[in-house]
């Protein structure tokens, strides 16, 4: 893996080893104003940061058992079910600002002070929305495989339509570096197939019109970039453009995976999590 570290105009680039990170804690399921989540441990401990985890399109918060596993010792691991995803209530949403402010009062239900949040691709997005729209309420953000714009390519749209398990079937294929064994996959898949056509198809639709390039530069917390080599859905150079147009940023590329990183090397991304928030925010 291959960190490059931004602060202002300055660049370094380090490669790292990774011990490997122990596995720990398991996952308990809460719910809060029907919107459910994931967490390590409970009630919250109010010495540790917390970290707020948002999946992707079509997805939900079990697309971070390995992060919640591994982190849960060290931070408070929060990750949310959208509305319309995992077992959450209510419907999905067509706008990535309409999640973000499910988010936003999903961090104020559960009273917890200055989080910083995490998402993968569409989560990514909702991401950058919190830390663009809600300054004040976050300390810190982690783009994970995503992008300040977020173009849909119109063949995702007519799969969902027209043939949703075919789309399901074949998701691996695209969403995974050809290194990856796809049996690492076929949870995320599983429960992709579970999941309402209709609040996928929305979930791409609030993608598709997801648009904050111009604005980046008013994010002034560190954020975490993380992109990964083989990525054909969101190409590592999105993340550049993020890290190069936030001052405070931290840009690491993760090697031999594609867009589900978290999924294909847990052990790198939760070092490099793991790693930002011990140096940024200590306990």
């Known amino acids: 893996m291959i960190i490059h570290v931004r602060i202002a105009n300055i660049i ?10 122990k596995q720990g ?3 308990i399921e809460r719910s809060i104003n029907g919107i459910t989540f994931l ?3 409970w009630p919250l401990s109010q010495e ?7 999946h992707g399109a079509g997805s939900s918060s079990i697309f971070w058992k390995y992060q919640i596993q591994s982190l849960s010792d060290d931070f408070n691991i929060v990750a949310i079910d959208l509305p319309g995803h995992g077992r959450s209530t209510e419907q999905g949403n067509d706008k990535i600002s309409d999640y973000a402010e499910v988010v936003d009062q999903f961090v104020k239900d559960l009273n917890m002070k200055s989080p910083v949040i995490c998402g993968l691709s569409m989560g990514g997005a909702i991401t950058q929305q919190l830390l663009l729209d809600g300054k004040e309420n976050y300390k810190a953000g982690i783009v994970i495989n995503t992008g300040a714009k977020l173009k849909v390519m119109g063949m995702i749209f007519d799969m969902i339509r027209d043939d949703f398990q075919g789309y399901a079937d074949t ?9 990856t064994e796809k049996s690492k996959l076929k949870y995320v898949v599983d429960d992709l197939r579970s ?4 609040v996928v198809y929305n979930d791409f639709i609030a993608c598709n019109s997801f648009d904050v390039m111009e604005r980046l530069n008013e994010v002034k917390v560190p954020v975490l970039v993380l992109t990964a080599e083989e990525d054909k859905l969101s190409p590592p150079k999105y993340g550049t453009f993020i890290a190069d147009a936030v001052d405070n940023s931290f840009h690491v590329s993760i090697k031999g995976s594609g867009h589900m990183s978290p999924v294909e090397k847990p052990e790198e991304v939760n070092i490099a999590i793991s790693d930002f928030l011990k140096e940024l925010m200590p306990a």
Do not use: Q
């Not at 540790?48 to 948002?54: A, D, E, R, Y």
């Not at 999941?195 to 209709?198: G, K, L, V």
């Open 195 to 198: 999941m309402n056509p209709e």
């Open 48 to 54: 540790k940061s917390t970290l707020i985890f948002i």
């Open 12 to 21: 370094i680039r380090a490669d790292l080893r990774f011990p490997k990170l």
């Open 25 to 27: 804690a398991d996952m």
């Open 171 to 179: 998701f691996d294929m695209v969403a995974i570096s050809e290194k």
């Open 39 to 41: 967490t390590g441990t």
